[in-house]
């Protein structure tokens, strides 16, 4: 069964065409663990034979690694067949070993810090690397990365980056590489549909990547968010649709919710959403995979996938079948917002 696409046009310019299900490459970067350079290969061949054909990456992931791994996948693949986006925001600089960022985060990787740079010299450059990097002669969308609380550690740190983003000219520059046809589009990718709303109200963005705030387990994002990108034509990407993977495992002990352990009442949700999809006969981690494609502004959901085994696991969640009174059982338990499309 082939994957279902979806088409973004939202300037008139052609637009593009996402497979529902995309590929997120910050695993290939040797997220929490190493692997080769061979099972990153073999992962990337099994989304690409499987028919994904939207792979997003970042200079963060792996400090450049997982664009680098990218770039021999993507070497002989037909360019107009696929979608690809990456990132600006930091710049990653060679330093000593000593001074290497994502220390028991970014396993066995080049020996690199990151450098916040919004403005507008820095996305240039930070755009040029990933150029290089990738090998590629086209890259698609790029993503102002990571402007949110989530990574600077409070909301006056992430306002200030905002500011110096739009007042250092960051977003001219990207308004300007997409005026000139170099990217399809622009858009950013962030922790916090907050932000993502404050970066949509004061600027002209086409897609945000949204990680995390979209799920089965949360779904606030409807509240301001969602309706203005409705009405925009913006286009929603879905990161990290298992919320760091208690969607995908279930409430086991050492689960993890946002990238921490999962707290009780999250636990008990989780339970709950569980109990529902097994009386439908429905596993969870493919109603978590398909929740966020009922949202009609949604273009892709990217699950990340460090080995074959699960990005098979994801093409599955991507071709399963939902039943509609799985949703509105949810809807009648109060484990889903009633105003949640379905």
Not at 316 to 332: F, G, H, R, S, V
Request: with cysteine; glycine share 12%.
């Amino acid at each position: 069964m082939a994957l279902k696409t979806r088409h973004w046009d939202r300037l008139g310019n052609g637009g593009l065409t996402f497979t529902e299900l995309g590929f997120g490459t910050a695993p290939l970067g040797n997220l929490y663990k190493a692997i080769s350079d061979e099972d990153a290969r073999a992962t990337l061949d099994a989304a690409w034979d499987g028919g994904v054909r939207y792979f997003d990456t970042a200079p963060l992931y792996g400090l450049g690694l997982s664009e680098t791994r990218l770039n021999p996948f993507l070497r002989d693949k037909p360019r107009d067949e696929y979608v690809l986006s990456s990132k600006v925001g930091r710049l990653i600089q060679p330093c000593a070993p000593e001074h290497r960022a994502g220390v028991g985060k970014w396993f066995d990787v080049p020996q690199r810090r990151e450098h916040y740079d919004y403005s507008y010299d820095g996305i240039m450059r930070s755009f040029e690397h990933s150029f290089s990097r990738l090998g590629v002669d086209r890259i698609d969308i790029l993503y102002v990365h990571d402007l949110c609380v989530f990574s600077h550690g409070s909301k006056e740190i992430s306002d200030m980056r905002i500011k110096e983003f739009f007042g250092g000219r960051g977003y001219d520059a990207m308004i300007s590489l997409r005026d000139q046809g170099v990217i399809r589009a622009i858009g950013g990718g962030i922790n916090e549909w907050e932000v993502c709303q404050a970066l949509a109200e004061r600027g002209d963005f086409d897609l945000f990547l949204l990680a995390g705030r979209y799920t089965l387990l949360e779904q606030k994002a409807l509240d301001s968010f969602l309706p203005l990108c409705d009405a925009r034509g913006i286009g929603i990407v879905t990161g990290g649709p298992y919320n760091s993977g208690i969607l995908a495992t279930g409430a086991k002990p050492g689960s993890y919710y946002n990238y921490d352990a999962a707290p009780k009442d999250i636990i008990d949700r989780v339970n709950a959403i569980e109990a529902v999809c097994t009386d439908h006969g429905v596993r969870m981690v493919d109603a978590a995979f398909q929740f966020p494609l009922l949202h009609p502004a949604h273009v892709a959901v990217i699950p990340g996938g460090q080995g074959v085994a699960e990005t098979k696991g994801n093409l599955q969640a991507a071709q399963a079948n939902i039943p509609a009174a799985l949703w509105a059982d949810l809807k009648t338990k109060g484990l889903m917002r009633e105003d949640a499309p379905t």
